[in-house]
């Protein structure tokens, strides 16, 4: 099987890597596989690697949900935009971008096309 179009001149790179053992990431799950626990350890029963990943206070003890994160998922409601979550929270995208990856990786929101978020 090839990963990606070997005619293409942008698959080049990527092919180049995955023959050179590189790991596809398909997911948030598949780079926390990679990149191992970390200093943190999980909680007792949660399963980075079975995707059972739930709630970010689980995840990581300590994992704030009242600050930033708490108003990101306040604002986020049903769904938002980056752009929705940053006006309604009055914060930098950086900022807010940097929160919903870490509510991302904890299983709290889902991303979907359009730079859009809405919870899980």
């Known amino acids: 099987m090839v990963p990606a179009d070997a005619g ?3 698959a080049a790179g990527s092919n180049r890597l995955l023959a050179r053992g590189a790991s596809a990431l398909l997911d ?10 970390g200093p943190l350890k999980p909680a ?11 709630r970010a206070e689980q ?14 998922l306040q604002v986020l409601g049903q769904g938002a935009s980056l752009e929705d979550l940053c006006q309604g929270l009055g914060r930098p995208a950086p ?11 904890a299983g709290r929101v889902i991303a979907e096309p359009g730079l859009c978020w809405r919870p899980l």
Do not use: H, N, T, Y
């Not at 007792?44 to 739930?54: F, K, P």
């Not at 900022?95 to 990786?105: F, I």
């Open 95 to 105: 900022e807010v971008a940097s929160r919903l990856l870490e509510l991302e990786l």
């Open 59 to 72: 995840a990581w003890p300590g994992f704030p949900l009242g600050g930033v994160q708490g108003e990101v």
């Open 28 to 37: 948030p799950a598949d780079l926390i596989r990679q990149l191992g626990p």
């Open 44 to 54: 007792a029963g949660l399963a980075v690697a079975g995707r059972s990943v739930d």
């Open 8 to 10: 293409k001149v942008s």
